[in-house]
């Protein structure tokens, strides 16, 4: 993967401490809330606050640096990447990222060309399901 400050510059954004902590929170958890991101960034930052994360996470969020994932529940977000589907556990919430093949992927641009795609599958997780 490029390094966060690379991201950034690719971007229309400049290069902040907190944006590169974001960054750094979103590729170590795969997905988190904006509170979640909060909770561990404000370690670092103890000066900041929920309303700075926000701003710029959508900022990150227009630059299509990070993306919104899992609209249904509480909106979690990733580090763009290569199209890919969600699993989400319908339990415990987890969530993990779905290979989504290429093949699909073309397909769906046939019809619908230039389209963002979210693809989620709702079900019960390998430890959820495990211990019930
Ligand atoms: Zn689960
Ligand atoms: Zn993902």
Redesign the pocket.
């Known amino acids: 993967m490029k390094s966060y400050k690379m991201l950034l510059e690719e971007s229309n954004l400049k290069i902040t401490p907190q944006r590169l902590a974001i960054l750094k929170e979103l590729d170590k958890k ?2 988190a809330s904006i509170e979640e991101i909060y909770e561990n960034i404000k370690e670092m930052f103890p000066s900041i606050s929920l309303a700075t994360i926000y701003k710029n996470i959508n900022a990150l969020k227009e630059e299509n640096v990070i993306n919104e ?1 899992c609209l249904h529940q509480k909106p979690k977000f ?1 580090i763009t990447k290569e199209p ?1 589907a ?1 699993f989400i556990c319908k339990k415990c919430g987890k ?1 993990e ?1 779905v290979e989504f093949s290429k093949v699909i992927d073309k397909e769906i641009e046939k019809y619908y060309p230039n389209s963002q795609k979210e693809l989620y599958i709702y079900g019960i997780c390998k430890d959820c399901s495990g211990n019930s």
């Open positions: 795969g997905h994932v990733e890919h969600h969530i990222d």
